[in-house]
């Protein structure tokens, strides 16, 4: 399967669609268990706020992964997506109430590329601060 988007479809500057991501610490202990990160700082508030931080912070894969989503999905294909990288900038705090928190993701066409692929910037937020920095991905297109 590619992506179904067309590379002549697209130019600098082009939004995609934006998706928030709600983040419980259930979902963190579901996390945990698929990834096996059982780290306390993501799951026992104790232990998390003993060693410095704010509360109970999501795993920095999950924020990562929450992010592509939005390309994955705009893409029609997550193989369509060659590289993928970003710089963690300010953890995801997550507390214990049915609120949770959530990851807000933006995302548009930064760069046309050869062959096809275009480099995608992406804002990701959480609480109004940038949680990724540098976040962009390559996006090979139909």
């Given at each position: 399967?590619?992506?179904?988007?067309?590379?002549?479809?697209?130019?600098?500057?082009?939004?995609?669609?934006?998706?928030?991501?709600?983040?419980?610490?259930?979902?963190?202990?579901?996390?945990?268990?698929?990834?096996?990160?059982?780290?306390?700082?993501?799951?026992?508030?104790?232990?998390?706020?003993?060693?410095?931080?704010?509360?109970?912070?999501?795993?920095?894969?999950?924020?990562?992964?929450?992010?592509?989503?939005?390309?994955?999905?705009?893409?029609?294909?997550?193989?369509?997506?060659?590289?993928?990288?970003?710089?963690?900038?300010?953890?995801?705090?997550?507390?214990?109430?049915?609120?949770?928190?959530?990851?807000?993701?933006?995302a548009k066409i930064a760069a046309l590329l050869d062959d096809n692929r275009v480099r995608v910037d992406l804002?990701?937020?959480?609480?109004?601060?940038?949680?990724?920095?540098?976040?962009?991905?390559?996006?090979?297109?139909?």
């Amino acid at each position: 399967m590619a992506a179904t988007i067309a590379y002549e479809d697209v130019q600098p500057g082009t939004q995609l669609p934006p998706r928030s991501f709600p983040v419980t610490r259930a979902t963190l202990v579901q996390y945990a268990g698929a990834s096996g990160d059982f780290n306390p700082i993501h799951w026992n508030e104790k232990f998390a706020r003993e060693v410095g931080l704010p509360d109970v912070i999501a795993h920095g894969m999950f924020t990562m992964a929450s992010a592509i989503r939005v390309v994955t999905d705009w893409a029609g294909d997550p193989a369509a997506v060659v590289e993928y990288g970003v710089r963690f900038t300010k953890p995801v705090v997550v507390p214990n109430d049915d609120q949770g928190a959530l990851i807000e993701v933006t995302a548009k066409i930064a760069a046309l590329l050869d062959d096809n692929r275009v480099r995608v910037d992406l804002i990701a937020t959480s609480e109004g601060q940038k949680v990724l920095g540098m976040a962009r991905a390559v996006v090979q297109l139909a």
